[in-house]
């Protein structure tokens, strides 16, 4: 039987909005413009730079939010 999720909270992470936890691929090797690479973290509209690193070190504040159930 499926589980009942109706009463379940859910957390869409975005990693690359999220945290940054590693500065030293936020350009992944790339160089140039922000138009070329994609990468402006003072841009909503751009990369921001964060990373699985800055997520899993961010855990407790994702675990603080409050009933977590990762999938």
Do not use: M, W
């Not at 961010?58 to 990762?70: F, M, N, Q, V």
Request: hydrophobic share 25%; net charge positive.
């Amino acid at each position: 039987s499926r589980p009942d999720l109706t009463r379940e909270q859910f957390y869409f992470v975005l990693p690359d909005r999220f945290a940054n936890g590693d500065t030293a691929n936020d350009r992944g090797g790339l160089t140039g413009s922000r138009t070329q690479t994609g990468f402006d973290p003072t841009d909503k509209g751009f990369y921001q730079g964060g990373d699985l690193r800055g997520l899993t070190e961010r855990l407790d504040y994702i675990k603080g939010l409050g009933r977590c159930r990762s999938a």
